[in-house]
């Protein structure tokens, strides 16, 4: 069973009534080797809308690792506050 679609194809009418400026789709695009092409200020498919769609999702910190252990103001620092 095909998974329901979260946002309309870029330059379809569904996608046209809810503000989407990406251009028209090509005959043939639409596949892995051929993706649509997208405006990056669409409101619909854009970046912008991408990181609105986010915000509100929480995960993990990562307290771990590299960047944790490499931090340079104390309070980021793994073995901070020191007692």
Do not use: N
């Not at 979260?6 to 569904?14: D, I, K, R, T, V």
């Not at 405006?39 to 690792?65: M, N, S, T, W």
């Amino acid at each position: 069973m095909a998974a329901e679609r979260l946002l309309p194809l870029p330059g379809s009418p569904e996608a046209r009534e809810e503000g989407c400026t990406c251009p028209e789709p090509k005959p043939g695009q639409g596949g892995r080797d051929y993706p649509f092409d997208l405006d990056r200020d669409c409101p619909v498919h854009g970046l912008a809308a991408a990181g609105a769609a986010r915000v509100g999702e929480k995960g993990p910190i990562d307290k771990e690792g590299d960047i944790a252990d490499a931090a340079v103001e104390p309070e980021l620092r793994k073995d901070w506050p020191r007692e």
